[in-house]
């Protein structure tokens, strides 16, 4: 209940790799895990939660990853806020905080300085348009998870399925290299106007991030037109291109239609027995800056 939730002792804080390994070998029982990049919100939170109920210990990182940065993002102004982030962490029952820094994570300088030789993760065969919008950031993110799983061993780890590529990406990747965990994937969590809770909202104003809702209310109509029957894929593309067009504060990065699988790309229609996910990503030109947004939802078999 929430009273119970309101008397959670405050996470363990753990900064380092060797202090954190050998933690981890005195942890009897079953490790959940959730890794994030800080800026805690109530979507990590719902990951918290869900990992408290399943574990005997519960581990959540901040780490800002500076490899799965493209040159052109502003890894500097990524939202900070580690009192904030205690609090939320608390409040869903977190054992420990892992907060280890980029020397440690990247001892050679990998991500931090530029590429300088250090091993990384190319997971193969992921052809969704995230990856080709983004070239490079799946394999800072299978890097860096790599390297967190060797560090924190869990038994499960929590991601939310906003980032549905990534989640693809992380299947694979646990799959095909053997890593003894489940991976957990949780529904998205929202704001009232069907805004998917994420960190870079921050950068919104209110007024922008009221307008942001079109996105998620695009989505819904996209779904409901697939479920009226509609299986034409450049049909589906085209609805969600049109209702997003009439809020002039947005841009369209992509709208992809794709096999939940593996993220490829579906041409001409969609098999109804099969399903599929449709995925976006849009710029809204605020006020301040130019802020990315992502979102998706299934395409359920009919």
């Not at 719902?46 to 574990?55: D, F, G, P, Q, V």
């Not at 962490?89 to 250090?118: K, T």
Request: charged share 25%; hydrophobic share 40%.
């Amino acid at each position: 209940c929430e009273a119970d939730r309101s008397m959670w002792p405050s996470p363990q804080i753990v900064r380092t790799i060797d202090a954190f390994m050998k933690l981890r070998s005195t942890l009897p029982g079953k490790v959940g895990f959730v890794p994030t990049m800080g800026y805690l919100h109530e979507g990590h939170g719902s990951l918290m939660k869900h990992a408290r109920t399943e574990n005997k210990h519960v581990v959540a990182s901040i780490f800002v990853n500076p490899t799965q940065f493209a040159p052109t993002d502003d890894l500097a102004a990524y939202p900070r806020d580690l009192d904030r982030d205690m609090k939320v962490a608390q409040s869903e029952g977190v054992d420990y905080l892992f907060l280890p820094d980029a020397a440690d994570m990247y001892p050679g300088g990998w991500g931090v300085s530029g590429h300088h030789g250090g091993s990384r993760v190319e997971v193969e065969g992921i052809k969704g348009k995230e990856a080709v919008a983004r070239p490079g950031h799946f394999s800072g993110v299978a890097t860096v998870l790599t390297k967190l799983f060797n560090i924190v061993q869990p038994h499960r780890a929590y991601f939310g399925q906003k980032d549905m590529l990534q989640c693809v990406v992380v299947k694979k990747m646990v799959r095909d290299l053997n890593f003894p965990l489940d991976v957990v994937v949780c529904p998205t969590l929202r704001e009232a106007n069907g805004l998917a809770m994420s960190s870079r909202n921050s950068y919104l104003a209110p007024g922008e991030r009221l307008k942001a809702g079109i996105i998620y209310e695009a989505l819904q109509s996209t779904q409901r037109l697939y479920q009226s029957g509609e299986r034409d894929c450049e049909m589906l593309r085209r609805h969600i291109d049109d209702i997003l067009s009439r809020e002039p504060l947005l841009s369209m990065d992509y709208v992809s239609i794709a096999d939940g699988m593996d993220g490829g790309e579906i041409s001409g229609k969609i098999d109804g027995a099969r399903g599929a996910n449709i995925s976006l990503a849009v710029f809204l030109n605020g006020v301040h800056r130019r802020t990315r947004l992502i979102d998706n939802i299934d395409l359920p078999e009919a």
